[in-house]
């Protein structure tokens, strides 16, 4: 494949293999990673039961909302990068890049979660597998057993997804299947042994406690835009691609409000506040078993490889659209010869979440802090360009047009973009969710660099479908101009 993407030929060397349950499968799965086994606990100390629930619903109707903007744009332009590409045409290349640049902050951050999150669980199964200590960091001590489980981990999770997408995507079918088992086994549990006094208090701490768990939404639910940056690689017909997004945040929200009530309905709140893990606690006291708490955490697993294999796919395939724009090194364009696979995209987040696990379990939390307001950038740049394209090129082929032809689309648009705005505001300074020093810093520095490669790039590339064209020619001209 030549460096240089001539729409609509854009992106030949990906192989269409994916169909709609994979779709389905990787957009579900990478929203359903291992958050809910180690944040359910806290959510419900933060907020109470109800008021558990009521935020993930508040935040599944918002994240519904941004997906039915994506699905339409998705289906009008079903090309690998997403935002990327929808940035370009209706905003330009600085744009295009600052909202390319934060989903794949996103991406990167729960990628390196899901490494980190390896070697916790494991732990909570084998107590014995920390051994050889190397150093410690906000008082963890990292051992060298405990770390190499989660580089391993991401070093398979890589050679997968090199292999070809469709063999990642085989995977993701069938550890989505085990963890719909796991969660059935949870509401049988509930409904059986649970009891309505554990679920109390069913508020707690107000709007403040509303807030702290409605600020992780956006790494919760982060996953169903990566059905866009595969988009290339599905044989699905453009309505229905755009479908599959709202589907599979509906299934995410479902099931995180699952979690919540069954783990509560397991325990008392003060129980649950002194376990280690309290949905895995909460699961075996359900059923009275040590060993079923190891089958609940086998789910967590199972939720961790499904988020980490779909978000390393969004991730790869994102940095492969900047490379190919030249807004990043070329190096990042490059496909396998034989597997159609970004390789080198892969093997830099790979990288990266190879090296995470020595950083210990604090990453664990600063992590999802740092990652979600980048999240929320992109999703409000994305809402805004819906907008700006409904207005500026009516007559776009949309096979998948939300609200109509008229004023219907262009107003969940703006709703988009109010919601969007709203989350943006949780992570102020000040805000009863603000974030810790730590994680302001790692947001800082991934920006600074960001900055740093959007001042390479052309001025004057003005938005259009033939921007990234323009965008190129102009890169490379530049170049050879040196």
């Known amino acids: 494949m030549t460096h240089e993407r001539h729409l609509p030929e854009h992106g030949a060397g990906f192989k269409k293999v994916l169909g709609r349950l994979d779709a389905i499968a990787l957009g579900v799965g990478a929203m359903i990673g291992f958050g809910w086994v180690v944040l359910t606990g806290g959510w419900l100390n933060d907020a109470g039961t109800m008021g558990a629930v009521l935020a993930m619903v508040a935040g599944g109707a918002i994240m519904a909302v941004v997906g039915l903007v994506y699905g339409e744009l998705v289906a009008a332009m079903p090309a690998a990068g997403g935002e990327h590409n929808y940035l370009l045409r209706g905003m330009g290349a600085r744009w295009a890049f600052i909202g390319s640049w934060a989903i794949t ?12 999150a390896v ?10 597998l920390s051994h050889v200590p190397l150093w410690t960091i906000a008082g963890f001590e990292v051992n060298l057993t405990w770390a190499l489980v ?9 050679w ?3 292999r070809g997408v469709k063999q990642a995507s085989t995977v993701q079918v069938f550890v989505i299947i085990f963890l719909a088992i796991v969660g059935l086994m949870m509401v049988f549990g509930a409904f059986t042994r649970g009891s309505e006094q554990n679920m109390e208090p069913f508020f707690h701490n107000g709007v403040s406690g509303f ?10 639910f982060v996953g169903f835009d990566v059905i866009p940056q595969v988009s290339e690689e599905m044989h699905l017909p453009p309505k229905k691609l755009g479908g599959t997004i709202v589907t599979s945040v509906l299934i995410a929200t479902a099931w995180y409000v699952m979690v919540i009530l069954t783990t509560s309905s397991a325990m008392s709140a003060h129980d649950l506040a002194n376990a280690d893990i309290a949905v895995a606690d909460a699961f075996g006291n359900l059923f009275t078993s040590g060993a079923m708490a190891n089958v609940l955490l086998a789910g967590g697993l199972a939720g961790i490889l499904t988020s980490w294999n779909s978000l390393l796919m969004g991730a790869s395939r994102l940095l492969w659209a900047l490379g190919n724009s030249r807004m990043l090194p070329r190096w990042f364009a490059k496909l396998h010869p034989k597997y159609g696979t970004p390789s080198n995209a892969l093997l830099f987040v790979g990288a990266l979440s190879f090296i995470a696990p020595f950083f210990g379990t604090e990453m664990l939390s600063w992590l999802v802090d740092s990652g979600s307001p980048s999240i929320v950038v992109a999703y409000l740049l994305v809402s805004i360009v819906f907008v700006i394209l409904r207005r500026r090129e009516p007559e776009m082929e949309r096979p998948y047009r939300i609200g109509g032809k008229h004023h219907g689309g262009v107003v969940i648009g703006v709703l988009s973009v109010v919601l969007c705005l709203g989350l943006a505001v949780l ?4 805000m009863p969710a603000g974030l810790g020093t730590a994680p302001y810093v790692i947001f800082a520095l991934w920006w600074v660099l960001g900055l740093i490669f959007m001042l390479r790039i052309p ?8 921007a990234e064209e323009r965008l190129v020619a102009a890169s490379e001209s530049r ?3 040196r």
Do not use: M, Q, W
């Open 479 to 481: 170049t050879r101009s």
């Open 459 to 466: 001025r004057g590339i003005a938005p259009g479908a033939d």
């Open 119 to 128: 070697p916790r669980t494991v732990e909570y199964i084998f107590p014995k």
């Open 427 to 430: 992570y102020l300074p000040g």
């Open 160 to 162: 997968i997804n090199l």
């Open 150 to 158: 989660g580089a391993l981990s991401a070093v398979v999770i890589t």
């Open 211 to 220: 807030s702290l768990v409605l600020v992780v939404v956006p790494f919760l």
């Open 105 to 116: 902050v996103g991406y990167i951050t729960i990628v390196a979660f899901e490494a980190v």
